[in-house]
């Protein structure tokens, strides 16, 4: 996966995004944003995409938007201002693996099934610990992969459809395991099954005070 095919991949979804994806992942959003707002205060959302989640946030949280796909970014746009969402301080083109922000700029990362849509998925968590304050969280609505078995060969066997369709299907929870022990500056607070069938999880992860 690169990240231009990524984002020209996600042009090519923006105008059927919200009709394909935006009942499939509404719990998890729902999930993140729940879980945000328990933080509060300025929130950098990775991967907002059409910009489906933002009218959902409380008007006193601050909101930052970011995403790879130009396209996906004219409809968040458009939401914001069609529903004088006053709140939302920026949408803007950003990636993941570079975001253009000072450290410890937010109190709370949500990026919602973005972990596996990005080229250097470690990179882009190393990312959101940099910029997300210390005692902050990081709010991750995410595929988990299968551990073996029936759906383990069929997630294997779909990837290379799915990365030049924009994601992977295999994805571990060691990967996230091994990622928090070599950054060392998150504690998980949990990973929660998303229904209906559990293949997606809410992550949160703090940054450590010092």
Do not use: C
């Not at 993140?32 to 933080?39: D, N, S, W, Y």
């Not at 949280?61 to 968040?76: P, W, Y």
């Not at 299907?169 to 990973?191: D, H, K």
């Amino acid at each position: 996966m690169q990240t231009a095919s990524v984002a020209a991949a996600y042009d090519k979804w923006a105008p059927v995004y919200d009709l394909v994806f935006g009942g499939v992942f509404a719990n998890g959003r729902k999930q993140a944003i729940v879980a945000a707002e328990q933080v509060g205060g300025r929130v950098l959302e990775v991967g907002v995409g059409t910009g489906i989640s933002l009218p959902h946030y409380d008007k006193r949280t601050r909101l930052v938007g970011i995403d790879i796909s130009e396209a996906m970014l004219d409809k968040a746009r458009r939401r914001a201002r069609e529903l004088k969402l006053e709140n939302v301080e920026e949408i803007a083109v950003g990636d993941a693996e570079a975001l253009a922000y000072p450290d410890n700029a937010f109190d709370v990362v949500v990026a919602q099934y973005v972990v596996t849509a990005v080229p250097d998925p470690e990179r882009a968590l190393d990312e959101f610990v940099r910029v997300v304050r210390p005692g902050g969280e990081i709010v991750i609505a995410t595929r988990i992969s299968a551990n073996g078995g029936l759906r383990d060969s069929i997630e294997k066997a779909l990837m290379p459809i799915t990365s030049r369709l924009g994601w992977r299907t295999e994805f571990p929870w060691s990967r996230y395991e091994a990622w928090a022990q070599r950054n060392g500056q998150v504690r998980l607070l949990e990973q929660r099954p998303l229904p209906p069938l559990g293949h997606f999880s809410l992550v949160r992860y703090r940054k450590l005070q010092g």
